[in-house]
């Protein structure tokens, strides 16, 4: 079955960096792309971007420019999220979701980033 | 960029009432809208996409309607497992967004 998995749980320290993974099995990982998605406690959803996994393009939403990089271990099919200098508006869950024609069809479980001093 | 939004952001109802959400886009989409469910502490599950196609293994009560930039998500019958917060999305640019979200709350 088709599955996304998340690595775990992380706190920071402002101004530090975070790697969070996402590991996809059940299907061809470069047949379909992936997205990231940010939610703030109690907030909703905000769409941060993608990334075109056959050929590790990124597209990243507008407040998601410079801090935030999408990456692929294609080989391990896993993407990744680093994001660089965290602040604390950066705390949040992180979901990856897999992309199909528009849509995004399967999800991870997310990953809580705590970012505190 | 493109502001979907949603109304009412939150919604009393009894279970077996039938409901609409509506997400209202700022400029013509044609029908590149779909709708997910969140339930608390858990992943969005997409319910219907590109407005009105149905999803394998999502309830029949659930369906859309709509295009340009007017589009509902109506349940037939609430049960009690729908109280939860639904979110609209679009695809018509390449750079999505979503809704602020529909909070669905029993009355």
């Known amino acids: 079955q088709i599955q996304l998995v998340q690595s775990g749980p992380e706190l920071k320290k402002p101004g530090e960096s975070v790697k969070i993974s996402c590991k996809a099995s059940g299907y061809t990982f470069t047949d379909y792309a992936m997205h990231w998605v940010k939610q703030a406690p109690g907030k909703g959803l905000k769409w941060m971007g993608w990334i075109n996994t056959y050929t590790g393009k990124p597209t990243y939403a507008d407040d998601f420019k410079g801090r935030f990089v999408f990456s692929l271990e294609a080989s391990a099919s896993t993407a990744n999220l680093q994001i660089s200098n965290l602040k604390n508006e950066d705390t949040a869950t992180y979901f990856c979701?897999?992309?199909?024609?528009?849509?995004?069809?399967?999800w991870g479980q997310g990953v809580m980033v705590t970012v505190s001093s | 960029n493109i502001v979907l939004t949603q109304s009412p952001a939150t919604l009393s109802v009894t279970p077996g009432e039938s409901v609409s959400l509506s997400c209202r886009a700022s400029q013509s989409i044609s029908t590149s809208i779909h709708w997910y469910q969140q339930k608390s502490n858990e992943s969005p599950r997409l319910l219907i996409k590109y407005a009105s196609q149905s999803i394998s293994g999502i309830p029949s009560r659930f369906s859309g309607s709509g295009s340009g930039t007017d589009f509902t998500l109506s349940i037939n019958r609430v049960e009690s497992e729908d109280f939860s917060i639904y979110y609209c999305q679009q695809s018509y640019s390449s750079l999505f967004t979503f809704g602020s979200g529909t909070k669905l709350e029993i009355k």
């Open positions: 979701a897999r992309g199909d024609i528009g849509t995004t069809d399967y």
